[in-house]
């Protein structure tokens, strides 16, 4: 019984190419989160989402759009793929009232 | 701005012997903090928090990290390393008011048996 699940795991893909992340969370968690994990392992806020809404939304280029179509899951949608896209891309969600947060498992992109 | 520094980057330690990695964080007034573990290919996985109350807080697999105010810091520690234990070490702090953590860079711990 995962708690944040993503998929895919890793994904592999060419410059220029549009790809998606799935975020699922089954915790009943009102907040999630995504968050970029460069090569150096350093951990950076992208965007967060409470009850659909948008929260949170760090300096990002805008080719990188979050989608929460309900309250357990939060996707992102990457388009016109650079290099300097690649790296680990971690959910997280965190209940009401609460600021810790459960991390997923990660999904490794990696832009050719 | 915000930050989290973690003042080691590579720690290389013998089975048995005591860590304590260092974390101290920008002023920002109250806040909540946390230490995660990230062991090779996996996600992170809290270790302990602190929120309030008594500085000294105690997490899983034999982890405590003090909080001490006066020098915003709050460095993790374990008497007795154990090989399983190798794995990269986040400080992080959630400022009030802002629904996000800001992380330190990591500390790479090397546990030799």
């Known amino acids: 019984d995962t708690a944040v699940s993503q998929t895919p795991k890793y994904l592999v893909t060419q410059m220029g190419n549009d790809k998606s992340i799935k975020c699922e969370q089954n915790l009943g968690h009102d907040t999630m989160y995504w968050y970029k994990q460069d090569s150096k392992k350093f951990l950076k806020i992208m965007f967060s989402y409470n009850n659909k809404e948008l929260i949170i939304n760090e300096t990002v280029p805008n080719r990188f759009s979050p989608k929460s179509p309900d309250k357990a899951h939060l996707n992102l949608h990457i388009n016109s793929l650079e290099l300097g896209d690649s790296a680990v891309y971690f959910c997280?969600?965190?209940?009401?009232?609460?600021?810790?947060?459960?991390f997923g498992p990660g999904t490794r992109l990696t832009v050719l | 701005a915000q930050s989290v520094s973690q003042h080691n980057h590579h720690v290389i330690l013998s089975e048995a012997a005591s860590l304590e990695l260092g974390c101290n964080y920008s002023?920002?007034?109250?806040?909540?903090l946390f230490w995660y573990v990230q062991y090779p290919g996996q996600h992170l996985q809290l270790l302990l928090k602190y929120f309030s109350g008594d500085p000294l807080v105690k997490g899983i697999k034999g982890f405590e990290a003090e909080f001490i105010k006066s020098k915003f810091s709050f460095n993790l520690r374990k008497p007795s390393v154990q090989w399983s234990d190798t794995a990269e070490y986040f400080c992080?702090?959630?400022?009030?008011?802002?629904?996000?953590?800001?992380f330190g860079s990591g500390t790479r711990l090397q546990v030799q048996p």
């Open positions: 002023y920002g007034g109250t806040v909540n």
């Open positions: 992080a702090v959630n400022y009030m008011g802002r629904r996000a953590l800001t």
């Open positions: 997280a969600s965190s209940p009401a009232g609460s600021d810790t947060q459960y």
